[in-house]
């Protein structure tokens, strides 16, 4: 079904492997349009609870672009590349059930930008990052100046944009990029029991953070949001499972209604 991705689900967690080993699972149109589709999928898949994204062998998660389609581009196209990365990145990003990058080796780049994309990040200790786009003449075109500055601060993003150079998983973690790190054999054994935690909470409810968490803007929209969603979900009957549940001292049934 999908001509650069690996995929399969098991207890609601859908793994997706960017399967590109050749390239260092470089990012090319296909893969855009394989995750695009996939993503797609993913919203209206019932069987589906979470996902994780990784690449595929041990020495890279995605290693960048790739650049061989740059060449091909004038000045006009160029946009257009950049938009698509973001439309794609910002359906994962806003993809109502909880995303997690699993960084398995380099992440450099469109690498760094689509781990950025999920909702949080465990790194093996072998994992790199960067935005090294500045080698190229180039900036991140990804969503990376962005997402990179809400993860780290203005001060390490521009740093490490402006330097282009690579971090070890250590100091990721150091700089808030990440959430853990872990050996290179734990790496989805440690993701899938984080998500399988959160696959125990209430759906909507974990959708409803997605969103009001991806709306922080330091001004009163994400507060108004959150209020907003706070009472819609009131308005669930997982909501009145998981207070019933709480007050009779039981695990809650949720059904995602």
Known sequence: MYNTLLVSTENGICTVVINRPDKLNALNKEVFNDLDKLFDDIYHDDKVQSVIITGAGSKAFVAGADISEFLELTP?????????????????ENCPKPVVAAVNGFALGGGC????????????????????????????????????????????????????????????????????????????AKVKETLTLIQSKAPVAVANVIECINNFDHTQQGYDLEIKKFGECFNTEDMKEGASAFLEKRKPDFKGK
């Not at 006009?76 to 994962?92: C, E, Y």
């Not at 200790?125 to 180039?138: C, D, H, I, M």
């Open 113 to 188: 930008e689509l781990a950025l994309a999920c909702h949080f990040i465990y790194a093996s200790e072998t994992a790199k990052f960067g935005q090294p786009e500045v080698n190229l003449g180039l900036i991140p075109g990804y969503g990376g100046t962005q997402r990179l500055t809400q993860s780290c601060g203005k001060g390490r993003a521009m740093e490490l944009i402006m330097s282009g150079k690579m971090i070890d998983a250590k100091k990721a973690f150091e700089y808030g990029i990440i959430n853990e790190v872990t050996g290179a054999e734990e790496l989805l």
């Open 76 to 92: 006009a196209q160029a946009p257009g590349l950049a938009r698509r990365g973001q439309t794609v990145f910002d359906k994962i």
